[in-house]
Structures are given as structure tokens and as C-alpha cells.
């Protein structure tokens, strides 16, 4: 089970850090990513992180803005956000998957979202002035 939470309103320029807490698993064996699904969008990949060797892979829209973490004593991934912008709003999903893990890093671009078994519910998160 994922638990995403953190997301609000920011100005832009500002900054917000998701959580994504995963129970029941062996945090280690999987990846763990965020997404993020816009009003009539379809739902893109944003980072990952694989939480046994901190391997981590970014949307090139986001270098440079956010940072993906984790703390594997509490189970958590971390997204922070900074430098937002107004294209940055949508619902931010966080996903989990054991077998992509082994996935991640020999594709091109963006593991596609039907790889990931396990999805928490959205946290909105919304930059406007």
C-alpha cells in the first residue's frame, strides 16, 4: 500500500515536498516513482528512485527543479519540488513495482506507467499565482 501525500497551492517559484509511504513490502526490491496527470493530459513520468542503491532518473523537465530521496528506515520516498511552475500543476500519483525495478534503467526515457502494479492515491498540487 502507497500513501502519498504533501501536495497544496504555490506560488510560482515555490517550493513543496511530496511523501510517498510504503507499507507492506520490502522497500528495497522495488522502484519507486512519481507521476504526474494533468487536466486532459495523460499521466507522465516524473522520477525515480531505487531504494536499494539510490539510483535515481528524471523527466528533463524537471532537472534541476526536483530532487527524489529516500528514507529506507521509514519506508518513504520523497519529492522535492522547487523552483515550481505553472505547468508543474497536476495530481502527483507515487507507484511502486518489483519487476520494473529491474526495468528502469535499460529503457529509453520513461518506464511507461502500465509497468507499475501498485498506486497510491493523488495528492494535487497546484502553482498559480
Known amino acids: 500500500q502507497l500513501q502519498a501525500s504533501g501536495g497544496g497551492l504555490v506560488q510560482p517559484g515555490g517550493s513543496l515536498r511530496l511523501s510517498c509511504a510504503a507499507s507492506?513490502?520490502?522497500?528495497?526490491?522495488?522502484?519507486i516513482a512519481w507521476f504526474r496527470q494533468a487536466p486532459g493530459k495523460e499521466r507522465e513520468g516524473v522520477s525515480w528512485?531505487?531504494?536499494?542503491?539510490?539510483?535515481?532518473y528524471y523527466r528533463d523537465s524537471v532537472k534541476g527543479r526536483f530532487t527524489i530521496s529516500s528514507d529506507n528506515a521509514k519506508n518513504t520516498v520523497y519529492l522535492q519540488m522547487s523552483d515550481l511552475k505553472p505547468e508543474d500543476t497536476a495530481v502527483y500519483y507515487c507507484?511502486?513495482?518489483?519487476?520494473?525495478?529491474?526495468?528502469?534503467?535499460?529503457?529509453?526515457?520513461?518506464?511507461?506507467?502500465?509497468?507499475?502494479?501498485?498506486w497510491g492515491q493523488g495528492t494535487q498540487v497546484t502553482v498559480s499565482s
Open positions: 507507484a511502486a513495482d518489483r519487476d520494473a525495478r529491474a526495468l528502469v534503467r535499460k529503457v529509453s526515457g520513461f518506464l511507461h506507467r502500465a509497468y507499475f502494479a501498485s
Open positions: 507492506g513490502r520490502t522497500f528495497n526490491s522495488y522502484v
Open positions: 528512485i531505487l531504494p536499494s542503491d539510490g539510483g535515481t
